[in-house]
C-alpha cells in the first residue's frame, strides 16, 4: 500500500454556493482558512508514507480553491509534494495578475478555468459570478504568467439555452485558444434548490441533451480537438510540440490507479479499499489538530467491482481498453451484438467502442457487463 502517484488535495471555501453544486463546500469563513490548511499539512504528513517521493499528479479541486486566501493558499501549495502535474481549480473572477504569478511560483502549471457558459443569461441562472469578460481576463492573466496549459469548463443543457447558444459558447471557447476543454452536461441533483426552481424546464430540455452533446463533439473535433474521453477535449501532441494535454490526474482515474485524498470529503482508492473523509469542517479540523485521522466512511472493494468499475470508467477513453484480467466480466454475447450494431470492436484482449458507441456513452458499457 505504498508508492501512490496521485493526490487530490480538497478546498471546500466558495464566496458563494450555486443552486446546482452538490460538492462539499463551504461559504466565506475567511478566519477559518488558515486553519483548514493547517488541517491539510497535517494530514498530508500522516499520510506521507503512502506516496511515492516522484508524484505523477496533485490536483486541487473544490469549493474554489483560488478563494482560499493567498497566504494560506501559498502556505499549502509550498507543502506539497512536486509533480509532473500540478493542477488549480479557479473561478475567473478570483483570478487576478498576482494569483496568476503566485500559482506559476508554486509549482502550479495547469488550471482549470470554471467558465461554464458566456451568456450572461444563463450564468445568472447557474447563480455564476463571473461574465464572459471575466472568463476572458482570467485566461489572459495565466497566459501572461506563462500558463500553457489551460483548460475551460464549459457546461451544456442549461434551462433556456438552445442550439444557437450551444453554438455561441462553443465558438467564444475556441476563440480563447485554450489548450483543454471540458464540455459536461448539466447534472442537477435531487434536493438542490436548482431542482426546485428548474425542474420542469431541466425535464423539457433532457430531449436536446443527445444533440447537443453530438454539436459539442463535432464542433471540438472539428476545430482539431482529440476527443480523448467521453466530456474531455485537448490539442493533438503533434500540435503542441510532443507534450500530453490530456487531464493526467482524470486519466488515473478512468485507469483505475490508486490515488490519495486529503481535505474534507475528500475520497482516497488505496489497495482494494476506499475511504472517504468526513463532509464536516470543525470536525476534520479539531481531528487533525489532535494528529488524529478524520472520521472516515470505510469501503473495501472486491476485485470484480474493481474489475467492473475500471471497464466502466476505461471504456470511456479514445484507447483501446486492455481487457487484461476484466475479460470474464463482459457478457460476450453482448459484445457480438453491439459489434454487429457498430457500436464496439474487439481485437483480441482490446475492446474499443465505436464513435456511435461512444456517443451512447455508459448505456452501451452497462450492457457488456455480466
Known amino acids: 500500500m505504498s508508492g501512490i502517484r496521485h493526490l487530490y488535495v480538497h478546498l471546500p471555501f466558495c464566496a458563494h454556493r450555486c443552486g446546482y453544486c452538490d460538492f462539499v463546500t463551504v461559504v466565506g469563513r475567511p478566519g477559518e482558512h488558515g486553519g483548514y490548511v493547517d488541517a491539510l499539512l497535517a494530514e498530508l504528513d500522516l499520510e506521507r508514507g503512502l506516496l511515492a517521493a516522484d508524484a505523477e499528479t496533485v490536483f486541487l479541486g473544490g469549493g474554489t480553491p483560488t478563494f482560499t486566501e493567498e497566504r494560506h493558499l501559498r502556505r499549502l501549495l509550498d507543502g506539497l509534494p512536486r509533480a509532473s502535474v500540478m493542477t488549480i481549480e479557479a473561478n475567473p473572477e478570483t483570478v487576478t495578475p498576482g494569483l496568476a504569478v503566485l500559482l506559476r511560483e508554486c509549482g502550479v502549471n ?36 506563462g500558463f500553457e496549459n489551460i483548460s475551460l469548463d464549459l457546461i451544456y443543457g442549461i434551462p433556456g439555452q438552445s442550439a444557437a447558444g450551444l453554438e455561441a459558447d462553443l465558438d467564444a471557447a475556441l476563440g480563447l485558444g485554450p489548450d483543454h476543454l471540458s464540455c459536461y452536461e448539466l447534472e442537477a441533483k435531487a434536493g438542490t434548490r436548482f431542482t426546485h426552481g428548474h425542474g420542469a424546464e431541466l425535464a423539457r430540455q433532457a430531449d436536446a441533451l443527445e444533440g447537443y452533446f453530438e454539436r459539442v463533439v463535432e464542433r471540438l473535433t472539428g476545430a482539431g480537438y482529440r476527443w480523448y474521453e467521453t466530456a474531455n477535449f485537448c490539442l493533438p501532441a503533434a500540435s503542441v510540440g510532443g507534450r500530453d494535454l490530456r487531464a493526467h490526474h482524470n486519466l488515473a482515474y478512468w485507469l483505475g490507479r490508486d490515488y490519495l485524498g486529503v481535505g474534507i470529503g475528500a475520497v482516497s482508492t488505496v489497495g482494494g479499499l476506499r475511504w472517504r473523509n468526513t463532509p464536516k469542517l470543525p470536525l476534520y479540523v479539531r481531528s487533525l489538530a489532535d494528529r488524529a485521522r478524520p472520521p472516515r466512511d470505510l469501503e473495501e472493494l472486491p476485485a470484480e467491482t474493481r474489475g467492473q468499475e475500471r471497464v466502466m470508467l476505461g471504456l470511456r477513453l479514445d484507447d483501446p481498453f486492455q481487457l487484461n484480467g476484466e475479460a470474464d466480466l463482459l457478457d460476450d454475447r453482448a459484445v457480438e451484438r453491439l459489434a454487429r450494431h457498430g457500436l464496439v470492436e474487439r481485437r483480441g484482449d482490446e475492446l474499443t467502442l465505436t464513435r456511435r458507441g461512444r456517443l451512447l456513452g455508459d448505456g452501451v458499457t452497462a450492457e457488456l457487463l455480466n
Open 110 to 145: 495547469r488550471v482549470s478555468l470554471g467558465a461554464q457558459t458566456f451568456d450572461p443569461a444563463l450564468l445568472a441562472v447557474l447563480e455564476r459570478h463571473a461574465g464572459p469578460d471575466d472568463v476572458r481576463r482570467a485566461f489572459s492573466y495565466l497566459r501572461d504568467a
